[in-house]
């Protein structure tokens, strides 16, 4: 129970919990209920989709427990979803025989939400009143109050011989009264939705009925259908679970529909993988690249949503199968060797279930190169939504950095379009050059506009253009790709002059200057600041940039670790001045005739102007605009 949950449970009245009491609901519980009961969305018919699921979640958790408590076991032997329809009272009722919930249970799942992402849902939710978003967040439930006026849950706990009735408007709070088991279910759950008047098409049976086999056929549970009271049940889907199926027998429309049901986002997969592992292991896997990104992405609490079955039976729904550069997948595992007879604490920490999680990695990495190799438009799409979360495995997962290289696209100076594979970077590697270079930043133009870029664009040198933040820390340990190591164009000299400029590349006329009583004073001036001054080889237009030390980290790397209070242990950068650019060469000329004072505000110019180039902030601002003005002022 989560602590609002606590907290409201103990407002409840101690001396006779029999006794109906009334409950407010969590603040966000109250403020996703007035979205839903006060704005129109998209595709209604979603809340069915949920209150199905739940459904088969709860019979799946009655087979779950039933392995440790033999007077569960006949309940839990044939599980069943049942939707009646009543024109008259105008209801539609979903009723389960699964686990049914406690009066604490129903207190914890139906009167707060307990995810740390629902704000950002909520927000989401607002702005765009998508309800294809609803489900993403462990709020389906709610979604019934798009439909209806007031919904009421009967429901009683497996092993209990107690019952209990949850109802609520929608309006801010709900009442939870004891229930006869006259009038409860045997067990499990039964929730009824009292449709508000704009909802009459869901008390039509057939409309119902195509809401379900669109997105619920795949479940593992029987549905029937009740269409009008005294109508006999009609299975509208056989519960058979499509992982156990031959993949032959399975349509593209199917595998979508149980994505979207495992997924509960309402976009299709952008890769489908359905297969049955055999050996000294055997599983079978059914996986989904989703095309879309999930808004909790980058959520720290998030999980991997690998739902593990033994032998058919649920063992979790969030199994941590699979590494975290891999969250994005939505999987169903289903093993025959793993124990049903361990807590999921020992299944996740299971030698069977890691080497089986290995496994699954290798395969989707296999999955995902056929994909890029075949499709290479549509694995672009699937590099741009989660790219950035692959890439995290080559920093935490070394083992597999060698098989992300090869999916890896990376954008590059060579092109503004596309990305470019490491494969065709080192195809096309210029005479003389020894390495794969990068830049790393947080803003793609800004990047592209890199004056350190300058002398390898004259040399047609393609450089990489990282701009993710897991990009600063993978480049400092991957060992290079086909005997190419990765050199950041930010660090250290420029080892370039190997390399022969291009024969359209830009070539200045004149001489370099004598900047060697330039480079003496401001050194001295800006020693505070800088590690070194000295002339750049890399630089063709601009007149000044910042680069790390030889022995240093890369510019953006300690920008990173600097934003965290490290910045004295990575020292200072090393500036370079183009002793070919007219700034320079004015500069050294008015060092000579008025002096080291009199250019000194020059000097510090000269080093917030690259600052500046750099992304970063003057040193102080105030004297910056000092000098700037005095500057402009000059040229009256």
């Not at 596309?418 to 970077?425: E, F, I, P, S, V």
Request: hydrophobic fraction near 45%; include cysteine; charge should be negative.
């Amino acid at each position: 129970m989560t602590d609002d949950a606590a907290s409201v449970a103990a407002a409840a009245p101690a001396a006779d919990p029999q006794t109906a009491a009334d409950f407010g609901f969590e603040a966000d519980v109250a403020r996703l209920l007035e979205l839903m009961t006060h704005s129109v969305y998209s595709e209604r018919d979603v809340f069915l989709r949920e209150l199905v699921s739940n459904a088969a979640d709860a019979c799946e958790k009655l087979r779950y427990e039933a392995l440790s408590d033999e007077k569960l076991a006949a309940q839990a032997a044939a599980p069943l979803v049942t939707i009646s329809l009543d024109k008259e009272k105008r209801t539609l009722t979903v009723a389960d025989n699964g686990v049914g919930m406690s009066r604490e249970e129903l207190i914890s799942a139906l009167g707060t939400i307990a995810n740390s992402g629902t704000r950002a849902f909520l927000d989401k939710l607002g702005k765009e009143k998508d309800a294809g978003f609803i489900g993403q967040f462990g709020v389906g439930f709610y979604s019934a109050f798009m439909v209806a006026d007031h919904v009421e849950v009967a429901t009683r706990r497996a092993g209990q011989d107690q019952a209990w009735l949850w109802s609520s408007d929608g309006k801010g709070s709900y009442q939870i009264a004891a229930l006869p088991l006259e009038e409860a279910p045997t067990v499990g759950a039964r929730v009824t939705l009292h449709l508000n008047a704009d909802s009459d098409e869901f008390l039509d049976g057939w409309r119902v009925e195509s809401v379900v086999r669109e997105h619920s056929g795949a479940i593992a549970a029987p549905i029937d259908l009740i269409a009008a009271p005294g109508e006999e049940p009609r299975r509208i889907a056989e519960g058979v679970a499509l992982w156990t199926k031959p993949k032959s027998d399975i349509t593209h429309e199917q595998y979508v529909d149980f994505y979207r049901q495992l997924s509960g986002q309402l976009d299709e997969p952008a890769l489908i993988a359905h297969w049955r592992a055999e050996g000294r292991t055997e599983y079978t896997v059914l996986a989904f690249v989703p095309g879309a990104r999930p808004f909790d992405l980058f959520d720290p609490a998030r999980k991997s949503k690998s739902k593990l079955y033994v032998r058919r039976v649920l063992i979790s729904r969030d199994m941590e199968l699979l590494p975290a550069w891999l969250r994005f997948m939505r999987i169903v595992v289903d093993s025959a060797d793993i124990p049903l007879n361990v807590s999921r604490e020992m299944v996740q920490k299971s030698p069977v279930a890691g080497a089986i999680g290995k496994a699954i990695a290798t395969r989707i990495l296999q999955e995902l190169k056929k994909l890029a190799d075949a499709e290479p438009e549509k694995f672009a799409d699937v590099w741009k939504n989660f790219g950035s979360v692959l890439k995290e495995g080559l920093h935490e997962d070394p083992s597999r950095r060698d098989d992300l290289f090869e999916i890896a696209r990376f954008a590059s100076t060579k092109s503004e379009e596309q990305t470019r594979a490491l494969k065709d970077y080192v195809a096309d590697l210029r005479e003389n050059q020894t390495a794969i270079y990068y830049l790393v930043g947080d803003d793609m133009k800004r990047l592209r506009a890199s004056p350190q870029l300058e002398g390898f664009r004259a040399r047609g040198v393609e450089v990489l253009l990282l701009d993710d933040a897991v990009d600063a820390f993978w480049v400092t340990s991957a060992l290079g790709y086909e005997g190419k190591p990765f050199k950041s164009v930010t660090q250290g000299q420029a080892d370039i002059d190997a390399i022969a400029l291009v024969e359209d590349a830009k070539t200045e006329a004149t001489q370099p200057a004598d900047v060697a009583d330039l480079l003496a004073a401001l050194k001295e001036t800006l020693a505070e600041y800088v590690d070194n001054v000295r002339a750049s080889t890399r630089l063709t237009d601009s007149a000044v940039c910042l680069v790390a030390p030889d022995s240093g980290l890369d510019r953006q790397l300690s920008r990173l670790l600097a934003e965290h209070g490290q910045q004295a242990a990575f020292g200072k950068p090393v500036l370079e001045i183009n002793p070919r650019h007219e700034a320079i060469v004015a500069l050294a000329t008015a060092l000579r005739e008025k002096g080291r004072e009199a250019a000194r505000d020059d000097q510090f110019l000269l080093l917030d102007l690259a600052r500046v180039a750099d992304g970063e902030h003057p040193i102080d601002a105030a004297a910056f605009a000092k000098r700037l003005t005095a500057l402009l002022a000059s040229r009256g």
